[in-house]
């Protein structure tokens, strides 16, 4: 079983309505981000989290919410999605304390706004 | 200013060549980490190698090694014996340990590997 999972992992929506990507992990970090990745652009974060309240904005959180339900689980919402969040989203992991420890990252869900 | 930048959009080998990716970074702390992840078609990020800012030594995962160069800043992926399955995009990441741990990525490389 995958270490770090993302459901949906594919979905198509349109203008207006509400999305939820789900992300949960077995490898027990406390560190769990969100990003998005747009041709060219390479990742973004949209959100992070330390711990279960520790959650903090990334560099392009306008028109995103975040929700750590647990601290296996980190919830990103669209509360009204348009269609220049097309993109392919990302939830990452890790370890906090140490600069060298990695982020392991899902599978990626590929959201499109019509 | 960029935190990572990768100058290359694009790159072609041959196979069984090897070849460089390159990777600069610019951060104030001292104490940070490099990684290298590689994006194949199918759109899964998978973790390559890493490199801390403390190590003495370049690091090396099997045909993965990491360029470090500490003074000139640039932390360069070399694939050696390049092989059809190494086509994808690669992207260079640093962390830093006094801004909160953030992971900083480039815009990556496409690499193309030639028969």
């Known amino acids: 079983d995958a270490d770090v999972t993302q459901t949906p992992r594919n979905r198509i929506t349109k203008t207006g309505k509400r999305i939820m990507l789900e992300c949960s992990q077995t490898?027990?970090?406390?560190?769990m981000y969100w990003y998005r990745q747009d041709p060219g652009l390479g990742l973004r974060l949209i959100y992070y989290?330390?711990?279960?309240?520790?959650?903090n904005k990334g560099e392009i959180s306008d028109g995103y919410s975040v929700s750590r339900q647990a601290q296996a689980k980190f919830s990103l919402s669209l509360e009204s999605a348009i269609p220049n969040q097309t993109a392919l989203y990302f939830c990452?992991?890790?370890?906090?304390?140490?600069?060298?420890?990695?982020?392991?990252f899902g599978p990626g869900t590929r959201l499109t706004v019509l | 200013a960029q935190k990572i930048t990768q100058t290359q959009p694009g790159m072609f080998v041959q196979e069984k060549e090897a070849v460089t990716l390159d990777c600069t970074y610019d951060?104030?702390?001292?104490?940070?980490?490099l990684f290298w992840y590689k994006q194949p078609s199918s759109g899964e990020m998978i973790f390559l190698i890493y490199?801390?800012?403390?190590?003495?030594q370049n690091a090396t995962e099997g045909r993965y090694s990491l360029n470090f160069q500490k003074a000139r800043k640039s932390a360069n992926l070399v694939i050696s014996a390049s092989q059809l399955g190494d086509s994808a995009m690669y992207f260079c990441?640093?962390?830093?340990?006094?801004?909160?741990?953030?992971?900083?990525f480039g815009t990556g490389t496409s690499l193309t590997v030639i028969p």
């Open positions: 990452a992991t890790s370890w906090g304390g140490r600069a060298t420890d990695t982020q392991y």
């Open positions: 490898k027990g970090h406390d560190r």
């Open positions: 989290s330390f711990d279960v309240k520790d959650i």
């Open positions: 951060t104030s702390d001292p104490s940070y980490g």
């Open positions: 490199q801390g800012s403390y190590d003495q």
């Open positions: 990441a640093m962390r830093e340990y006094l801004t909160g741990n953030q992971f900083y």
